[in-house]
């Protein structure tokens, strides 16, 4: 697990979804005019979360004023899945899905996929 991935709070999280969405390194001006659009951003805050991404070990810059994730998005996912569990369901995935059941959250085809998932991929298990 990537721990940089636990430094990443919500604001830099965006920053990151930018990133993701491209195969390349991402020029900061389209970075900033994304989140211009997407979140009304003033330049100067997109700024200081590149830079903040950076000092954290993030992101890094390839060229000058091009970015790339260092962190990936499966690597943040699986951070923020397992931070979750530990905080919310004392480290128990067990207890989690027992909540979504109970709670009436997982549909009946639902739980059959997760079902022939945990069978190795068949329902006959």
Known sequence: MNFNAEKIVDSELEVMRVLWQHNEPVELNEILQVLKVKKGWKESTTKTI???LRIKGSIELISRGR???I???SEFNEWSTYSFIKKMFDGSAKKL???LLSD???KEK???ELYAE???GTKNG
């Open 50 to 52: 590149v830079r903040n």
């Open 67 to 69: 970015y790339a994730a």
């Open 71 to 73: 962190v990936t998005e």
């Open 97 to 99: 899905v027992v909540s």
């Open 104 to 106: 009436g959250q997982l």
């Open 110 to 112: 639902d739980i059959a």
């Open 118 to 120: 945990l069978n190795g």
